[in-house]
């Protein structure tokens, strides 16, 4: 585990400096300039500014920003970080790029028997990844074998609110009990001190405490299962309600098809829907957390794990001996979590034998301009299989209660010429 690394690889020291000066401005008299000039991002402007948080004015410290590499995490790390909504991220492709060498992280403190059988276990399911590849099946369908102790790395940028937040919740909330969550928000409020020294323990003083999510202590072996989607709570009557909202901002003559693509469609923004969204794998929960305007609900990664449940490519269901690895693999997982458990391995550190096409349900509420867009990419013929069979299912629930609103809403060419280019289906919806 000693190999994950969280790197502040570009941080603005001059931010500081405009920190302050937002600090300043609704309390001085002054310009916007004449402040930022008096600020020398010293140890005067850092007092100002710990005094402001302090106070709960805490978007202040928003105009300071930070790129982070996350160097040879695990995918559970990755998958923990990148709930974060008020930040940017980049992912390597696990669709497109090949894991096979990729290698995975191992948690520290285990016993000899506790890490020959999980060292045992991840090589036999690489093993089993390169197989299925071997045997014809695509990247983007072999990777549900690989484990959430893969090596993952991405980039992540936020401003220093949001980046306060998630060291907090590494170091003294959700993440605490993982190990390796711990030691890399360990590494990041070392950056960050040297920057704000002080800052975030008092935070931490206040920092709210939230309930533990319950950690699985049983781990069974599933079945290959197909995902759905159930509409939780559909707004009623949008389109009326659509219709007395443009007249409100002066467009009565604007209609539905004409709002939906209208360049600033603020009215959607007022309609909301919630799902859950049953039975989709690991892999597919990053497309719906990327979306950053979503609200989202996710189980812990244990409890697909101890589920069992998992995605069954049609790739690999035309190839017999490809089928045959890839349920083996399901089934020497849970039975080796089994072992891991028997032999003390912790709850948490049982996480990462969840494999990437375990299954888990999450719920997930959407505003309608943020619907529009997400059905725009994930109901189009390049997105990944998985979340596209689930997108047109959700856009089917939709389509029954507002077919007004739902008939005019799709993929990208649904509005227009396809924006994939040289990567176009060539099969443009009417």
């Known amino acids: 585990m000693n190999q994950s690394k969280a ?19 609704s309390t001085q008299q002054g310009t916007a300039m004449e402040l930022f000039e008096s600020s020398a991002g010293d140890a ?30 695990s995918v559970l790390v990755e998958q923990f970080v990148i709930e974060s909504r008020l930040a940017s991220f980049t992912v390597k492709s696990r669709r497109y790029v090949d894991f096979a060498g990729a290698g995975f992280v191992a948690p520290d403190g285990m016993n000899e028997a506790q890490r020959a059988l999980y060292d045992g276990t991840m090589r036999a399911r690489f093993a089993d990844y390169e197989r299925l590849m071997a045997l014809g099946v695509p990247k983007e369908d072999a990777r549900f074998l690989l484990p959430y102790c893969l090596r993952s790395n991405f980039y ?9 937040g998630l060291i907090c919740a590494m170091l003294y909330g959700r993440g605490k009990g993982f190990a390796e969550i711990e030691s890399l928000g360990t590494q990041l409020k070392a950056q960050f001190d040297a920057l704000y020294p002080g800052v975030i323990d008092k935070e931490a003083a206040r920092y709210p405490r939230c309930a533990p999510m319950a950690l699985p202590e049983t781990v ?33 003559d604007l209609d539905i098809p004409a709002l939906l693509t209208d360049a600033r469609p603020r009215e959607l923004e007022l309609v909301n829907y919630t799902f859950r969204v049953k039975r989709v794998s690991l ?32 790739t690999v269901k035309a190839i017999p001996e490809a089928e045959a690895v890839y349920r083996h693999a399901f089934a020497d997982q849970a039975e080796a979590a089994v072992q891991a458990r028997g032999l003390g391995l912790s709850v948490e550190d049982m996480s ?6 375990h299954q888990i349900d999450l719920v997930l509420g959407m505003n309608l301009r943020q619907i529009v867009h997400f059905m725009r990419l994930r109901t189009c013929n390049r997105a990944q299989w998985e979340i596209r069979g689930v997108a047109w299912k959700m856009l089917k629930l939709l389509n029954d209660v507002e077919p007004e609103i739902f008939a005019n809403v799709g993929p990208s060419c649904a509005y227009g010429p396809c924006p994939e280019g040289r990567m176009s289906c060539g099969r443009p919806v009417s």
């Open 7 to 25: 790197i502040i690889v570009v941080e603005n020291r001059e931010a500081l400096r405009v920190a302050a000066s937002a600090a300043r401005i």
């Open 44 to 73: 005067r402007d850092l007092k100002l500014i710990g005094k402001v948080l302090s106070s709960g004015h805490k978007s202040v410290i928003e105009h300071q920003t930070f790129s982070i590499a996350f160097n040879d995490v």
């Open 220 to 252: 069974c072996a599933g079945e290959a299962r197909v995902g759905d989607a159930e509409l939780l709570n559909a707004f009623d009557d949008a389109s009326g309600f659509l219709k007395k909202m443009c007249a409100f901002t002066g467009r009565p």
């Open 283 to 314: 892999a597919c929960v990053t497309h719906f957390t990327r979306h950053r305007m979503v609200s989202l609900l996710v189980p812990p990664v244990a409890r697909a794990l101890a589920g069992g449940d998992y995605v069954l490519p049609e």
């Open 352 to 357: 990462y034998f969840a494999l990437s096409g």
């Open 156 to 164: 992540m940028t936020l401003n220093a609110r949001e980046l306060i």
